[in-house]
């Protein structure tokens, strides 16, 4: 059987929803394959920047009943610092917590009440390729209750099948093993934390108490996600894509161990496993774009190497390909489609390569537990600083205008090769 539209997405993701929520608001015929069926559990990502908030907004999703945060409590070195989400023009000054099996389902609902079209169940297996060209148009699949072949077809393919992007890797395109990849565990605990408005950063985790013990790689996290929930979780950084060889499972009990007793951080309080995932990062697969195959989200490895945020641009580069695909579509031949289409990856370096590569160097620094000591030790308690680091980790900085803050970073940004 066969399926045609202008565009196929594969995986339903945030990525994946948001690219065909555009298409469909342009009046595109848009048709996303996803392999789960909604709604289903993603591993992270439930916490939200403001910069991924304000790609929310641009949706116009309802989050009516979402957990928001204020900003960012930090711990580290011995000191405690609070560190509201900044007031700036792009985005705004608060962000948003939802479980991934909530947030998923409203983008991909979104994006059907925009006119796409959904088929779950649906595993890609393979693409289909032009015999004299090799462009990319089509894919195979498995679907149905006795797993029938499938075959759908478009003038352009977009992989947001996330971190695997096993299309794009079928057709070539490997991951860079010199960018950063972090991973990241996290579960839930019903927890009086669950009230707290303030995202929570420890920067250094012991493996007994702090202090008097020990000092773990990576960093961990704590914010509520509604209902009494809280996320909580540890990962690590490293400037390369090899394993790193840690026992993640070993850290995060160490770490619950010694958490104090009144957050309720305990067995009987855990909702849900101890589950892990990888996080690509700095643009680790390229191209974006070639022969009629897009790739968007973590399938482009678009998370940062700052803090492991993936959502705001898994959102942003949907929608960046969505438009240049659109412009495409009005095109009368295969090459200045092409041409049209070409104008995604320049748009999507232009926004975030300055930033992911200064990303890159910031990840050679601190992936040593000593080192992110000593700049925890001395940096936390300069007020000023932490502000401007935390704008700068974040993302949350304006590109254009804003204060002398925004103007530095954006500065590094640009004078730094884009990743």
Not at 66 to 90: D, F, K
Not at 174 to 186: D, E, I, L, S
Request: overall charge neutral; glycine content about 12%.
């Amino acid at each position: 059987m066969t399926d045609a539209a202008e565009v196929v997405v594969v995986g339903g993701g945030p990525a994946g929803a948001s690219a065909a929520y555009y298409l469909a608001m342009a009046g595109h015929d848009v048709l996303v394959v996803e392999k789960a069926t909604f709604p289903r559990d993603k591993i992270c990502g439930d916490g939200l920047t403001p910069r991924a908030v304000a790609e929310l907004i641009r949706m116009g999703v309802d989050t009516t009943g979402w957990a928001r945060n204020t900003g960012l409590r930090t711990y580290g070195g011995g000191h405690c610092v609070e560190v509201p989400w900044p007031e700036l023009a792009s985005m705004p000054n608060y962000g948003l917590a939802a479980p991934r099996e909530t947030f998923d389902d409203v983008l991909i609902e979104k994006a059907k009440e925009a006119g796409a079209r959904l088929e779950e169940g649906v595993t890609v297996t393979g693409p289909i390729r032009h015999e004299r060209t090799g462009r990319v148009i089509g894919v195979t699949a498995k679907a149905g209750p006795g797993r029938e072949p499938r075959e759908y077809r478009a003038p352009f393919i977009i992989d947001a099948g996330g971190v695997s992007a096993r299309l794009a890797t079928t057709v070539g395109r490997q991951k860079a093993m010199n960018r950063p990849m972090g991973v990241a565990y996290r579960t839930y605990f019903q927890s009086p934390q669950a009230e707290d408005s303030m995202m929570e950063s420890h920067l250094e985790l012991w493996e007994g108490k702090p202090g008097a013990s020990d000092l773990m790689p990576g960093y961990g996290w704590i914010f509520a996600v509604g209902d009494g929930l809280v996320n909580v979780g540890l990962g690590s950084l490293s400037s390369n894509a090899q394993p790193s060889g840690l026992d993640y499972r070993a850290m995060f009990a160490n770490w619950m161990a010694n958490v104090p007793a009144e957050w309720g951080f305990t067995e009987e309080n855990q909702v849900g496993k101890l589950r892990g995932a990888a996080l690509p990062m700095a643009f680790n697969r390229k191209p974006h774009y070639a022969d009629g195959l897009l790739l968007v989200g973590d399938a482009g490895g678009m998370v940062s190497p700052f803090n492991g945020e993936g959502i705001a641009y898994a959102l942003q580069s949907g929608r960046m390909a969505a438009d240049s695909i659109g412009q495409a579509l009005a095109r009368p031949t295969v090459s200045s489609m092409d041409a049209a289409v070409s104008e995604y990856p320049r748009m999507i370096r232009d926004e975030l390569g300055g930033y992911y590569s200064l990303g890159r160097i910031f990840a050679t620094l601190i992936e040593r537990p000593e080192i992110m000591h000593l700049c925890v030790k001395y940096g936390l308690p300069r007020p000023t600083l932490m502000r401007f680091v935390m704008k700068l980790l974040s993302d949350c900085y304006d590109r254009t205008g804003g204060d002398w803050m925004d103007r530095t970073i954006a500065a590094l940004a640009k004078a730094v090769p884009k990743a």
